[in-house]
């Protein structure tokens, strides 16, 4: 419809938004029997991830076709923009219901149910023995002798200062060298491009090994699991939906040094790079709030 | 998918249209996504209505007549969630993807294609959610808010019900980030943001509520699911969380959310009442202050829904006093409102009925509202059906009122017919007198002590319920005038002008009725005299 609006585009009809929606759909219900205790929702489930990615590689095909073809003005461009930037935004107060969860544990709930404040009757009469101490080694139900618990204890927690600060490192320098592969860019340099955003690339995947590393340690000599009490489940949620978010930014970041090699992008027109650069900084500054509120403090 | 090869043949369409099940499918069109939203709002009010009737039907008499209580709260539960995540929300959107694009003077909404996604969710959301009343365990019955640890008991209904709101939310997100990309960055030349009609404006200050909250809300059922099926102990003291940790994220996320179903109500109300009282709004630019102070302020109110829970009395203070505040600018648009009609030349056809009551039903439930921020008030008023009174007060002749005015004033834009005055005044007139008679009783029943969610009551609490139960049914058969008048419409009917309503100003009243399938083609330049008002 391009040529009847001379000052605007809008997209012919497209099957994709249907096909998401499907792909979702069909994850959403394999992930729920999944959980319901049947096998066959894995099967399920397995469908809608293939359907996932065949929706975002043929989506941004499409859109990717559009862009090279010249379909796009400025006014598309900065829709796209405005559109990333709100995406991250809500990205950011997704994390933020996590913090959230995690500031209320270690401020209010861990110290009322030690019986700080007006809730000394309940540590009195449910867990007199029980400690408040962060991070929370044993939770409230295992103080009593003799009872059960439902939760793992720990025995350890990782050190800030020692896997985490390296990850720090690395996540601060692919910072850096994706900056320095978009100074590249613009400068039309491809080789610079090429080679800073495979620095990136490899940092990124670095510290996701790194952090798979930390896990297993985790799990197999700390005693820190998922089902820890409090501390495990702050920490695994927040670590773990943050390494979903960098292994997702590492992904795009691969599909973007891969169009860069095949010599998409221009030094003036190159949203797609951009956009996934935001949310690499993105997972960046989430890393950071980690390293310092879940880590160290 | 190629622009190219399909206008090879079609230069000689001026406004060719898509056809056939692929032109809804697979649309890229403001006003068929807009439609679908409106049709499926329609559509769900009545299944959500349904359920209500249910409700009202079990609660005609003490006792148990029709259904068992775990099927009762499931009717609350989901009546409710159906409701705000199926009808009125969708309806706002719809509306504001029908005018959005024609108020600002562009061809469509920025992002076309994820318009369409945000829409197709909608269907399939709510087929998760439903289909949770055939399951073992039934359907959700702990309350649309999900409170731990009671939602944790529903059985094999739990993991859709939290993959429903999940998916509902990524709904609203892509809804939301296409508005706010479509008004900065659509609008037509000279169309500055002080110039812009007040529901566009209500809208993008909703599109931020929506962006802010929908991910917290997707946190909160998150921790739900983990606590359930991964061992975590987010919401169990037993494991150093805390039940009421959820009702704190819950409502940081619910209580934005009854602005981002107010808002738009107030951006129709807006458009309206200038609109037949012939007179240009009365201090534009407060309104727009006013709106985004409480869109500001609703992020520090939330927990005023739980001042029963327990919470230090420092907070019980602070969230009381911040709850009060937001009466001052609400009360500005009140008065803004009042103040557009002072001296106006007004008529009363069917929107501008709805739109005056309105005015007036809504700040009942504003008032009951106030009452329940004192927190040693509310006390005593807390989970009885006086808050069942106050938030469908401001929901039903508020939110829903404003929507149908909204209906009744664009149907004629929409359709190119007008629709039929008389039947639209016999559904006002009908809903307004049912509408109170169906909720105003239930101011009663709570203070007097009947509590909400429980399907049995005192004897004493008796003849208010028949009155509201009566109300509720007649209430509900009205609605059905509403699909006739605009199936009426959409048939037929004498054709309507441009301008269709003689005080109505602004770019959507340069276009014809109906409009151009793309609005403007080219950009249209805004002056003083075509903005709004």
Redesign the interface.
């Known amino acids: 419809?391009?040529?009847?609006?001379?000052?605007?585009f809008?997209?012919?009809?497209?099957?994709?938004?249907?096909v998401?929606?499907?792909a979702?759909?069909v994850s959403?219900?394999g992930?729920?029997i999944m959980?319901?205790g049947s096998g066959f929702g894995t099967f399920i489930l397995g469908l809608g991830a293939g359907a996932i990615i065949y929706l975002f590689s043929g989506?941004f095909s499409?859109v990717i076709?559009e862009s090279i073809r010249g379909?796009y003005n400025r006014?598309v461009d900065?829709?796209?923009r405005?559109?990333m930037s709100?995406?991250i935004?809500?990205?950011?107060?997704?994390?933020?219901?996590?913090f959230?969860?995690l500031f209320?544990?270690r401020i209010?709930?861990?110290p009322?149910?030690g019986g700080e404040?007006?809730k000394l009757p309940?540590h009195e009469f449910?867990w007199p023995m029980f400690e408040a101490i962060w991070p929370?080694m044993t939770?409230?139900?295992a103080t009593i002798e003799g009872g059960t618990?439902?939760?793992n204890q720990i025995k350890e927690v990782i050190p800030a200062w020692g896997v985490p600060a390296v990850n720090t490192l690395i996540l601060l320098s692919s910072g850096v060298t994706v900056t320095l592969a978009h100074w590249s860019l613009k400068k039309n340099n491809r080789k610079g491009l090429c080679w800073w955003l495979f620095a990136t690339v490899v940092l990124g995947f670095l510290f996701v090994t790194l952090q798979a590393t930390e896990y297993a340690h985790a799990y197999h000599e700390l005693g820190l699991?998922?089902?820890s009490?409090?501390?495990?489940?702050?920490f695994?949620?927040l670590t773990g939906f943050h390494g979903f978010h960098v292994t997702m930014g590492a992904t795009m970041l691969t599909v973007i040094l891969a169009r860069s090699i095949k010599g998409h992008f221009t030094h003036e027109n190159h949203f797609a790079f951009e956009a996934v650069a935001w949310y690499w900084h993105f997972v960046d500054v989430v890393w950071l709030g980690l390293f310092i509120f879940v880590y160290w403090l | 998918?190629?622009?190219a090869v399909?206008?090879n043949g079609h230069h000689d369409h001026h406004d060719h249209k898509?056809y056939g099940i692929?032109?809804w499918?697979?649309?890229?069109n403001h006003k068929d996504i807009g439609t679908m939203y409106l049709v499926f709002a329609l559509i769900m009010f009545f299944v959500g209505g349904a359920m209500a009737m249910v409700i009202r039907a079990e609660l005609f008499q003490p006792g148990l007549q029709f259904v068992n209580p775990l099927f009762f709260n499931s009717m609350t539960t989901i009546h409710a969630l159906v409701m705000i995540f199926g009808a009125v929300m969708p309806a706002g959107v719809g509306l504001a993807n029908w005018m959005i694009p024609m108020m600002i003077g562009?061809?469509?909404m920025?992002?076309?294609?994820?318009n369409?996604?945000s829409f197709?969710?909608l269907p399939?959301a709510f087929?998760?959610l439903l289909s949770t009343f055939f399951m073992p365990g039934g359907a959700p019955a702990g309350g649309w808010t999900m409170y731990p640890p009671l939602v944790l008991q529903l059985g094999?209904g739990f993991?859709?019900l939290i993959?429903?709101i999940?998916?509902l939310g990524?709904s609203s997100?892509l809804g939301?980030?296409?508005i706010?990309?479509?008004v900065?960055?659509?609008r037509a030349p000279g169309m500055t943001f002080m110039k812009l009609p007040l529901f566009v404006w209500t809208w993008i200050i909703t599109a931020f509520l929506l962006?802010?909250?929908?991910?917290?809300l997707?946190?909160?059922v998150?921790?739900l699911?983990?606590d359930k099926?991964?061992?975590?102990?987010?919401f169990?003291?037993?494991?150093?969380?805390?039940p009421?940790?959820f009702q704190?994220?819950f409502w940081?996320f619910g209580h934005p959310e009854v602005y981002i179903l107010i808002l738009p109500a107030f951006g129709i109300v807006s458009q309206i009442i200038p609109a037949f009282a012939r007179k240009p709004l009365f201090g534009y630019e407060s309104m727009v202050y006013a709106t985004a102070s409480i869109a500001f302020l609703s992020f520090f109110v939330w927990a005023h829904h739980m001042f029963t829970v327990?919470m230090?009395l420092t907070g019980e203070l602070f969230f009381m006093y911040a709850t009060m505040s937001i009466a001052v600018p609400t009360g500005v648009k009140i008065f803004n409102w009042v103040a557009t009609m002072w001296k106006g030349s007004m008529t009363f056809e069917t929107p501008m009925l709805f739109a005056v009551s309105f005015v007036v039903l809504f700040s009942i439930g504003g008032f009951t509202g106030l009452m329940m921020g004192i927190t040693p008030v509310d006390f005593q008023y807390h989970d009885t059906y006086f808050i069942v009174a106050h938030f469908h007060y401001v929901l039903v002749p508020g939110a829903i009122f404003a929507l149908m005015a909204g209906v009744y004033f664009w149907l004629p834009k929409w359709t190119g017919h007008m629709y039929d005055e008389r039947l639209g005044k016999i559904h006002f007139w009908l809903s307004a007198i049912f509408v109170n008679m169906l909720f105003f009783p239930q101011h009663f029943l709570g203070l007097a002590g009947m509590p909400r969610r429980i399907p049995d009551y005192n004897v004493q609490f008796t003849e208010w319920n028949m009155v509201s139960s009566i109300g509720g049914f007649a209430f509900g058969l009205s609605q059905l005038i509403l699909v006739w008048v605009v199936i009426k419409c959409v048939r037929g009917g004498q054709k309507a002008t441009d301008q269709v309503w003689e005080g109505a100003h602004g770019l959507e009243w340069t276009l014809p009725s109906p409009p151009p399938f793309?609005s403007f083609?080219?950009?249209p330049q805004v002056t003083d005299a075509t903005a709004h008002s």
Not at chain 1, 89 to 98: G, H
Request: with cysteine.
């Open positions: 419809m391009s040529e009847s609006h001379s000052a605007y809008i997209p012919e009809p497209s099957r994709w938004p249907i998401g929606t499907l979702l759909f959403f219900i992930g729920a959980l319901n989506w499409d076709c379909s006014q900065t829709s796209f405005w559109g709100w995406f935004f809500s990205e950011v107060m997704f994390f933020a219901a996590f959230g969860a209320y544990a209010y709930s861990v009322w149910i404040g007006a309940t449910l929370l939770t409230p139900d618990t439902a939760y699991k998922l089902s009490g409090i501390y495990g489940s702050t695994f949620m | 998918m190629s622009e399909i206008h898509p692929g032109r499918l697979f649309s890229t562009s061809p469509d920025a992002l076309p294609r994820l369409n996604m197709w969710i399939f087929t998760l094999d993991p859709f993959f429903a999940h998916f990524i997100i939301a980030i296409n706010i990309a479509t900065f960055n659509m962006i802010a909250t929908m991910p917290v997707a946190g909160s998150t921790m699911l983990t099926f991964f061992g975590t102990s987010f169990s003291a037993a494991g150093g969380g805390d009421v940790m704190h994220v940081f327990g230090p793309h083609t080219t950009p």
